[in-house]
């Protein structure tokens, strides 16, 4: 039971372009998200994270949108860059209970960024 | 500099053997985790600890084990059980169950010889 999904294993984009990353979720608790950027053989870290009473968060180049009733977030890159190539992580969090701060992720998007 | 460090880098293991992999924080965070990477299937939970001396079974326990006797160390053992253990492997540590942000560590490339 996938409960976030990346529909898109993969993107392509020109350098200076927008990269628009798409993550959909199934899990209506799910009340916080957050975007990790990885490279080959490193752990990843965090980029950006949106709680569910927003449906916008912006920081540099990296703006996330969240619409709650389509469980769908996206986190748009502009201007693309040749060091954003990447794999790009969703991941969300359900408050309280058990579960309350483990995270569960997307299966990934690899962002390549040509110059 | 506080952080978060698995060791070793790379692990070769032979079919049969158990293994432990290494996973240190000095960043006195309360919770830890563990998860696996494969390709295509994005990060899976195999183990969580959100207190010394407890741990809860993620998504994929089957065939792996680990102990937390201190708040720093939360080491993971492979066990001769996991059918297919090569995959790379992410240990993550969390401030406190009402944080959301994980800080992890490099990783630990697991290959079955």
């Known amino acids: 039971d996938q409960q976030v999904k990346q529909n898109s294993p993969s993107l392509s984009v020109q350098e200076g372009r927008i990269s628009i990353l798409n993550c959909d979720y199934t899990n209506s608790m799910f009340d916080y998200f957050l975007w990790y950027k990885k490279y080959p053989a490193e752990g990843p870290t965090f980029l950006i994270s949106i709680s569910s009473i927003k449906d916008k968060n912006e920081d540099g180049r990296f703006t996330v949108f969240l619409n709650k009733s389509a469980k769908h977030l996206s986190l748009h890159i502009v201007p693309s860059q040749p060091g954003d190539s990447a794999v790009y992580f969703c991941?969300?969090?359900?408050?309280?209970?058990?579960?309350?701060?483990?995270?569960?992720f997307g299966q990934g998007t690899i962002l390549t960024v040509h110059p | 500099d506080g952080g978060i460090t698995q060791s070793p880098k790379y692990l070769f293991r032979k079919e049969g053997q158990n293994v432990t992999l290494s996973c240190e924080q000095n960043?006195?965070?309360?919770?830890m985790y563990w998860y696996r990477q494969d390709p295509g299937q994005g990060l899976r939970l195999i183990y969580y600890?959100?207190?010394?001396?407890?741990?809860q079974k993620g998504d994929i326990a089957e065939g792996y084990s680990v102990s937390r006797e201190k708040k720093e160390s939360f080491p993971l053992t492979v066990t001769s059980a996991q059918k297919n253990p090569t995959a790379f492997y992410l240990c993550?540590?969390?401030?406190?169950?009402?944080?959301?942000?994980?800080?992890f560590g490099s990783g630990t490339r697991l290959t079955v010889v």
């Open positions: 960043l006195n965070h309360d919770a």
């Open positions: 600890s959100q207190i010394v001396n407890d741990f």
């Open positions: 993550a540590s969390q401030p406190s169950t009402g944080s959301y942000g994980y800080t």
């Open positions: 991941a969300a969090s359900v408050a309280g209970g058990t579960s309350y701060g483990k995270l569960t």
